[in-house]
C-alpha cells in the first residue's frame, strides 16, 4: 500500500463453474496491493501477509463482464467488493475449450477518471463447464490434504505460522498428491477431462495464494471454493460449514455426475462426507481421507467408517495407496 496515493484498481476473478445453461462467477474488486507471491525474506513476509487481509476494496462499482460471444454482463458489488453473478444463459458450452474452460474478462464499467486501472481494465476470468469427456467429478479439500497447513495443531498455530512465515513458492505439497489428482483427471481412459473442485475454509483473502500454490505444485486446473471473513465470524451454531454447502451446490449443479470425495482426518470432512454421501447416494463414488498425525482424531475416523459399506472409503497414509485403489477401482489407468 502507498500511503502517499491511492493505489490502482484491480479485479481478482475467482475460477468457478457452471453448465451449458448456467452462468455462476465471483470476484472481488480491490486496490493492487502489489504482492510478490514468490518474494523471501521475514519482513517481505509479514507485509505480504499483512496485504492479503488489509484489503482495500472497491464497494459498490459497476461491473461488466464480457463473453466470448460479447454476451456483457453487469454487476455492483457490495460493501466489501465481492460481486457475484448467477444467470440462465444458453450456449456457454459452445464458447468452452475442450478441457471445458469458458475464457470471460472482466472490467469497471464506471467508474471514477482519476483512478488509475491496472491492465487497462481488461481482468481475465475462466469458469469450468464439465464437458461430455468427464466420467466423474473430484472434489478435493485443501489444508492438510494436497498442502500442509497444521489445522489439527494445538490452538491452530501452524496454520497461523505456515499462512504468514511462508510465501507460497516455498510450500510444498503433500506427497504425490499432484501425480494423484493428474490421473484422477485424465481417468480411466488417460484422456478425460474430469473436472477438479478445490474447496476449503480458507478466506477469499487467501485465493490468490492458493491458487499460485496450486499452479507451482502442478496441480490440475479447478474451480477454488473458499469463504468470506462474514461467514467464518456470523456462523450460529447448527449451522453447516461453508464447504458443506459448497460441495453440495456442486452436487446439485450436476446431477448426473458421480464425485471422489477427498480430505483429511484431521477436521470435519469425514463428518461432512457422510453427510453428502447419504443426501446424494448416487452421486458419491468414493471418499479418500488422508490420515493425520493426531491419534485422537484418527481413532475417531476410523470409528465412523468401521462398518460403512455402502461406498468405497480409504484411509491413506502414502498417495500410492490412494492410487493403487483408484486403479482397482476403474477410476485411473
Known amino acids: 500500500m502507498n500511503w502517499f496515493k491511492k493505489d490502482p484498481l484491480q479485479i481478482v476473478v475467482f475460477q468457478s463453474y457452471g453448465t451449458d445453461t448456467h452462468f455462476y462467477m465471483r470476484g472481488r474488486a480491490l486496490e493492487d496491493e502489489t504482492i510478490n507471491l514468490e518474494q523471501k525474506g521475514l519482513f517481505a513476509l509479514l507485509i505480504n501477509s499483512w496485504k492479503r487481509f488489509e484489503t482495500d476494496e472497491i464497494k459498490h462499482a459497476e461491473l461488466k463482464i464480457t463473453l466470448p460471444n460479447h454476451t456483457v454482463l453487469k454487476t455492483v458489488t457490495d460493501d466489501h ?32 477518471v482519476n483512478r488509475s486501472i491496472q491492465n487497462d481494465n481488461r481482468f481475465p476470468g475462466e469458469l469450468l463447464i464439465p464437458c461430455l469427456k468427464a466420467d466423474f467429478g473430484v472434489i478435493s479439500d485443501i ?9 489439527v495443531s494445538t490452538l491452530k498455530w501452524k496454520v497461523l505460522l505456515n499462512s504468514i512465515f511462508k510465501n507460497a513458492a516455498s510450500r510444498i505439497p503433500l506427497e504425490g498428491a499432484a501425480d494423484f489428482y493428474h490421473k484422477l483427471h485424465r481417468g480411466k481412459s488417460g484422456n478425460n477431462a474430469n473436472p477438479i473442485f478445490y474447496v476449503s475454509h480458507s478466506p477469499w483473502n487467501l485465493y490468490r495464494y492458493l491458487a499460485f500454490f496450486l499452479k507451482q505444485n502442478t496441480f490440475p486446473k479447478g474451480p477454488i471454493l473458499l ?21 453440495m451446490n456442486i452436487m446439485k449443479t450436476y446431477p448426473n ?10 477436521e470435519h470432512d469425514a463428518d461432512i462426507y457422510l453427510d453428502v454421501a447419504s443426501e446424494f447416494p448416487s452421486q458419491v463414488a468414493a471418499i479418500y481421507l488422508r490420515s493425520v498425525t493426531h491419534k485422537k482424531k484418527m481413532q475417531r475416523v476410523k470409528s ?4 460403512y459399506n455402502q461406498i468405497p472409503v480409504l484411509l491413506v497414509n502414502r498417495s500410492a495407496e490412494a492410487i493403487e485403489h483408484a486403479k482397482s477401482h476403474g477410476f485411473i489407468a
Not at 143 to 151: E, Y
Not at 227 to 245: E, L, T, V
Request: proline fraction near 1%; avoid cysteine; aromatic fraction near 10%.
Open 257 to 266: 455426475l458421480k464425485f471422489i470425495l477427498i480430505g483429511d482426518s484431521g
Open 143 to 151: 489444508d492438510d490434504t494436497i498442502i500442509h497447513t497444521g489445522v
Open 227 to 247: 469463504r468470506s471473513f462474514k461467514d467464518i465470524f456470523s456462523k450460529k451454531s447448527g449451522d453447516r460449514p461453508r464447504k458443506h454447502i459448497e460441495i
Open 304 to 307: 465412523l467408517f468401521e462398518n
Open 81 to 112: 467488493g465481492y460481486f457475484k453473478i448467477d444467470e440462465q444463459l444458453e450456449g456457454l458450452n459452445a464458447m468452452a475449450n475442450d478441457e471445458g474452460w469458458l475464457k470471460i474478462e472482466a472490467s469497471y464499467n464506471n467508474i471514477d
